[in-house]
């Protein structure tokens, strides 16, 4: 099966699957029907010293991935049921992020899909 990002803002598809919102906070100016998610995995969040730090300075990006990848990597109770759902259907991690390439998003989907292939 396949995980897929998707920002916030952009509409939800029949091709989606299971939504995850994974940002710690919650989108501006987005109701809970307007998000359609079936669940916010705010244990996925990029945690706060991380994202002050980074703030989307692509300059900081290498190293934010390697930051945030190592968080990740800790928190395997947090992760685990995810991949197991993506092993069984389409899933889809949402976030507000504007910039999709360099986002938490993007990270967290590599980081699974390494996972996936094993």
Do not use: C
């Not at 501006?28 to 998610?37: F, H, N, P, V």
Request: charged content about 35%; proline content about 3%; aromatic content about 10%.
């Amino acid at each position: 099966m396949a995980i897929q990002i998707k920002r916030a803002y952009d509409p939800v598809s029949n091709e989606d699957g299971t939504r995850y919102l994974i940002d710690r906070l919650w989108p501006r100016g987005k109701s809970k029907a307007d998000l359609a998610i079936d669940g916010w995995l705010k244990d996925l969040a990029v945690s706060d010293a991380l994202f002050r730090g980074y703030h989307h300075d692509q300059a900081k990006w290498p190293e934010f991935r390697d930051k945030y990848r190592a968080e990740l990597a800790a928190k395997e109770s947090a992760w685990r049921p995810l991949l197991g759902r993506a092993r069984t259907g389409e899933v889809t991690l949402v976030f507000a992020a504007k910039d999709s390439e360099h986002s938490n998003a993007a990270v967290l989907k590599e980081f699974l899909d390494e996972r996936l292939a094993e």
